[in-house]
């Protein structure tokens, strides 16, 4: 802890979808993507001293078409059963 700044780790669950938004604090960093007790999750180390905003993703499998105009910034890939998966935040 910073005076009244809070640097944490949380996760995320998730559900797969081509879209999904995830609230978390304003600025959260993604820090590794991976599927945990058949749930796929995301850690984010964030600054609980910041509003929660929704963090808009999009998803793609290997071997699916990606929008180039949609696709956004790459966060990080990982693997869901049989699947591999790619996030990236739009």
Not at 1 to 10: A, L, P, S, Y
Not at 13 to 31: K, S, Y
Not at 65 to 78: C, I, L, M, P
């Amino acid at each position: 802890m910073i005076g009244d700044i809070v640097i944490v780790i949380h996760k995320y669950p998730f559900n797969i979808a081509d879209r999904i938004e995830i609230p978390m604090h304003a600025g959260a960093t993604v820090l590794h993507v991976a599927e945990q007790g058949g749930m796929s999750c995301l850690w984010a180390i964030v600054d609980t001293a910041r509003p929660i905003v929704d963090h808009k993703f999009r998803i793609y499998g290997t071997g699916h078409e990606v929008d180039r105009s949609e696709h956004g910034v790459y966060v990080a890939t990982w693997f869901a059963g049989p699947f591999v998966w790619h996030l990236f935040e739009a």
